[in-house]
Each structure stands twice: as C-alpha cells, then as structure tokens.
Nanobody
Framework: QVLLVESGGGLVQAGDSLRLSCAASGGAFGSDIIGWFRQAPSRERRFVAAVTWSGGATRYADSVEGRFTISRDSARNTVYLQMNSLTPDDTGTYYC?????????????????WGQGTQVTVSS
C-alpha cells in the first residue's frame, strides 16, 4: 500500500522560507508523478508543483513560479518543496500526492494517493 507522509510545515513570517518533505513508501514510483497541492480554509485544493519521478521534469502554478522549487531524491524516495519569499496567501494545508499519468496534470482528479497534509501558516 502506498504511503505518503508530509513534514516540514510550521508558522513563519512573510518573507521567510520553509522546506516541505514528502516521504513515499509502499510502491514503485519509477514512472509516477509526485505533486504538491495546498488547501486554504473553505477553499478548494489547488495545484502547487509537481515533478516526474524518473526524469525530474517540473511544473509550477503561476502563483509560486520563481519562489518555490520542487525536487526529488530517488535514493530516499522523498520529494521536497522549497518555499521562499512566503506570503500570507501561501497559508494552507499542503498535501503531496502521486499520479500514474505520464504527463504532469494540475487537477486533483489525476492523482491517486494522498498524504495527510502538513500545515503552513504565514503571518504578515
């Protein structure tokens, strides 16, 4: 059974940085895509970034392009999300998820397994 565990969230001030981790186990991720989504209170879950496990291709939401960097460590089965220049709009619960589809898609429907999430709060 695939298990995804997020960590690294916390309370920070605007302008600060955080690095989130997503540790994956229980599956063969060679052809998968690992994505990060976030969900603010009373809002829908939205795509943030994703990376192909095999080749390292990436895609970002416009709102985080240039500030966030997604990467993967195949040896550790872990995906990271480095978040810089955080703003209060980045506040939310951050989830990682896997998709078996070879093209990076931004819809939650394309992702099969989800972690429990880690909370990120950015104060102004």
């Amino acid at each position: 059974q695939v298990l995804l565990v997020e960590s690294g969230g916390g309370l920070v001030q605007a302008g600060d940085s955080l690095r989130l981790s997503c540790a994956a186990s229980g599956g063969a991720f060679g052809s998968d895509i690992i994505g990060w989504f976030r969900q603010a209170p009373s809002r829908e879950r939205r795509f943030v970034a994703a990376v192909t496990w095999s080749g390292g291709a990436t895609r970002y939401a416009d709102s985080v392009e240039g500030r966030f960097t997604i990467s993967r460590d195949s040896a550790r089965n872990t995906v990271y999300l480095q978040m810089n220049s955080l703003t209060p709009d980045d506040t939310g619960t951050y989830y990682c998820a896997t998709s078996p589809i070879s093209t990076i898609l931004t819809s939650t429907a394309a992702y099969q397994y989800w972690g429990q999430g880690t909370q990120v709060t950015v104060s102004s």
